[in-house]
């Protein structure tokens, strides 16, 4: 089995990326950590730099954990990059990283998280940051 986790270098991204490295390790499964953004860092902060999907792909390697990495800039369509992903990969299980937002927010921004939850063809795991106060 592999499991895709959605990986953003935020505190969203790394809830993902701990979730993704205890299930694979729950099911004997390989990762496949995707990064894609609108463009690179200097365009987007969510495009992780070489430093950062370094670090991401040594927390996956520490736990056991084997990884493949696949970045890539989309046309902004970051659902759609990580459901053609999902499909092309076969993967049995996405993972997300949540952010907190207004339903105001999400009603004018829209949602990658919730395109994905919606079109899956494979279960999602959506990972909640820890509030302070949790």
């Not at 505190?11 to 950590?33: M, N, W, Y």
């Not at 953004?37 to 736990?63: H, P, T």
Request: net charge negative; aromatic share 2%; charged share 20%.
């Amino acid at each position: 089995m592999k499991i895709l986790v959605g990986y953003v270098p935020s505190p969203e991204g790394e809830a993902a990326l701990a979730a993704a490295a205890t299930e694979a390790s729950l099911r004997g499964a390989s990762v496949l950590l995707l990064n894609t953004s609108r463009g690179d860092s200097y365009i987007d902060a969510r495009y992780a730099n070489a430093d950062e999907m370094a670090a991401a792909e040594a927390k996956l390697r520490e736990q056991g954990v084997e990884v493949t990495i696949q970045q890539a800039v989309t046309e902004g369509d970051v659902a759609g990059a990580l459901l053609k992903a999902a499909a092309a990969e076969d993967v049995g299980l996405i993972v997300l990283g949540l952010r907190r937002r207004s339903p105001v927010g999400k009603l004018i921004l829209g949602s990658t998280a919730q395109r994905v939850l919606l079109e899956s063809p494979v279960p999602v795991l959506a990972v909640k940051v820890p509030s302070p106060h949790d």
